[in-house]
């Protein structure tokens, strides 16, 4: 995905969708401010606003002792009050008409499943309801469960609880509460455990991301801890955002993005409500991953928002899920599908991130993608067995994630689900899988619905890819006569097109959920970074019914067909260390260092340490990649030698120098 040459405010959408015109995106990035009324800034021909952490710290202690600082609750403690966390689905923008069903309606693109099943492996319980009244002291749904495996472990992390396992599917750690990432943090997000949590597996670093928000009160924050190495026990960095000011940062997702150059970012999408309360549009982010990477006190984060009208709910960045990184110069993308009437379709956003330069900043509209694309049409809700109540299935969301991979010889794919009518009013999940090798020209590649006109809704499913392209698909199933379980699909290169395989049984739900019709509101897909063949899918369930009586399960699968990636790690290579080009500064002004030219070839560097060779030039935040100097009163020319050292995320070191000149007047 080359960086694109058109930049606009708007983008048009092509003919028949200029309803949409105010839908794309009017960029944003914000000159750090204090909380209060945002402070947005022209860019040539949009508008940025660049944020700021406004707290951060790193813990050199693990999970063990993070959680010992937390205030423990007492064994005869009155347990807190069930509740719904408040779903924010009415956003007051008006849904594109739906034209009538015909009494007979199939879904076009639904088929019969190919003989094959993928091959089922480990099936283990995740994070429940029951974790939350033990650890936490109450109830809530939904459970918005999200997970992701790694080198050697597996987390699930749930509302408002999380756990990680061993790849034989043996619990290592948990359930440990949701905010304990940020025990010792200080500030809400540590208090707070509010919630929406997303899991990544970082496998270009090695690294865990893991994120929550909170949002008990305003300021509402969004929380990160990213690891220090591939064990999910920390130690961790911690960061704190406001997005924007006085706005609720609802349903966060997060992808990874990096084309091993400058287009290096975690990208994220918030529903964002002004007070909490009136809908304000939806933010696209992308956070400095390589200064967050590196421990850096302060990495900028680009907002933009994309306006209102018609703009489907539920946009998702997308994330390189194993394999290389992107080609060089690709710039992060954003999908959706959009549910327009008679003219369904997918957009996408491409977004060119300049932490050094903001205002050098790109964010264009793609056309509303139509061509292969058959309509599809909106479900209801899911019915349960008696006494059940009928289950939310998110039919205007996009479900997380939007799942990439760069295949070689034929560039970026991407896949997406989301839930659509079968026939019958019954749900299944139209899956697509896009080549995004040319973002100028995104194509469908192939397209399918999956279900069976069995009477049984299948939804809140979550799509990845393999190292030979084939695809898995893991989702919840539900009927008036299934309790809710999940089950898990997909298929594989060599299969006719739109096909999907026989379903698999990751666990049958043995109850239904009563009194609440929440359910989800997402879940996760992912491929195993080591063998990458193994699908490792994040699920919610019934086991014993109940009004807050979730259960959800971790389970893997795969297709005989890939025979996967030797698991033995080669020897690790060092890193090399870049401290820059020697130059002069003026005594008594202000400079930076710059060590991000530093690289490692087969991991990520972790951390940097600038040494001054004389007082007289200071350094500010010795530990940032690009740390701040000043260069203090000389009456003659004074070269100063700077020692970068670099170390990685195998403890290999490396060193380079810099001479600063500090000049007593203008040279």
Wanted: proline share 7%; hydrophobic share 35%; glycine share 10%.
């Amino acid at each position: 995905m080359q960086k694109s040459n058109y930049r606009s405010k708007f983008a048009a959408f092509g003919a028949g969708v200029a309803l949409l015109a105010s839908a794309v995106g009017q960029a944003v990035a914000e000159e750090a401010t204090a909380v209060g009324a945002p402070v947005w800034q022209k860019a040539g021909a949009f508008e940025m606003m660049v944020r700021k952490p406004v707290q951060f710290d790193h813990t050199g202690e693990r999970m063990d002792a993070l959680i010992a600082k937390m205030p423990q609750r007492a064994a005869n403690a009155t347990p807190a009050a069930s509740r719904v966390i408040p779903n924010k689905f009415n956003t007051g923008v008006p849904l594109a008409p739906q034209p009538p069903l015909a009494s007979d309606f199939v879904d076009p693109m639904m088929s019969e499943p190919t003989p094959l099943t993928p091959t089922a492996g480990i099936s283990v319980a995740g994070p429940s309801s029951d974790d939350n009244a033990a650890v936490i002291g109450g109830r809530i749904a939904p459970p918005d469960i999200s997970g992701d495996v790694g080198r050697e472990f597996v987390v699930a992390y749930a509302n408002l609880v999380w756990s990680y396992y061993d790849k034989q599917g043996n619990l290592v750690g948990g359930p440990f509460p949701g905010n304990s990432f940020w025990a010792g943090f200080g500030g809400r997000c540590e208090t707070d455990n509010s919630g929406d949590p997303i899991t990544i597996y970082d496998h270009l670093a090695d690294r865990w991301v893991v994120s929550q928000f909170a949002v008990s009160q305003a300021p509402f924050l969004q929380c990160f801890a990213i690891s220090d190495t591939n064990d999910p026990a920390g130690p961790y960095t911690r960061y704190a955002y406001e997005i924007v000011p006085n706005d609720f940062n609802d349903y966060p997702k997060i992808g990874l993005w990096s084309d091993g150059a400058e287009q290096s970012a975690y990208h994220a999408t918030f529903r964002q409500f002004t007070n909490g309360q009136s809908f304000a549009g939806i933010d696209a982010v992308a956070f400095d991953r390589d200064a967050m990477l590196a421990g850096d006190p302060n990495p900028t984060a680009l907002v933009v928002r994309i306006n209102t009208n018609a703009v489907p709910d539920g946009i998702q960045p997308a994330h390189i899920d194993g394999g290389e990184t992107a080609p060089e110069g690709s710039c992060g993308l954003y999908g959706a599908a959009l549910n327009n009437g008679d003219n369904d379709g997918y957009l996408f956003w491409e977004f060119c991130a300049d932490f050094e330069n903001p205002t050098n900043s790109t964010f264009d509209a793609k056309p509303l993608l139509t061509e292969g694309v058959p309509p599809w049409a909106s479900s209801g809700q899911v019915p349960q067995p008696a006494p059940g109540d009928a289950l939310d299935d998110l039919d205007f969301f996009t479900m997380y994630r939007f799942s990439t991979r760069f295949f070689p010889g034929e560039g970026m794919k991407g896949v997406m689900a989301h839930t659509v009518e079968t026939g019958n009013t019954t749900a299944g999940m139209r899956w697509a899988t896009f080549d995004l090798a040319d973002t100028n020209a995104i194509s469908v590649d192939d397209t399918g619905t999956l279900g069976q006109n069995d009477g049984i809704h299948r939804w809140m499913g979550a799509a990845t890819f393999d190292q030979m392209g084939n695809i898995g698909i893991g989702y919840t199933a539900s009927s008036e006569s299934l309790f809710p379980s999940v089950r898990f699909t997909g298929r594989e290169t060599t299969d006719p097109a739109g096909t999907l395989q026989a379903e698999g049984v990751c666990v049958d739900g043995t109850g239904v959920q009563t009194g609440v019709s929440r359910w989800g509101d997402y879940s996760t897909t992912a491929v195993d970074p080591v063998d990458q063949c193994t699908f490792w899918t994040f699920q919610e369930y019934v086991e014993l019914t109940g009004t807050f009586q979730w259960s959800t399960r971790v389970c893997s699968f795969s297709f005989d067909s890939c025979t996967g990636d030797d698991p033995t790690p080669p020897e690790n290579e060092a890193p090399v260390a870049n401290a820059g080009q020697d130059f002069f500064i003026l005594r008594q002004t202000r400079g930076n260092l710059n060590g991000r030219a530093s690289s490692d070839a087969d991991g990520t560097i972790v951390s940097y340490n600038w040494v001054s060779s004389s007082n007289r030039l200071r350094i500010r935040n010795p530990d940032s990649a690009s740390p701040r100097i000043r260069a203090r009163n000389v009456r003659r020319e004074t070269p100063v030698t700077v020692t970068l050292t670099v170390t990685d995320d195998q403890g290999a070191t490396s060193q380079d120098i810099v001479i600063v000149t500090i000049l007593p007047e203008n040279k």
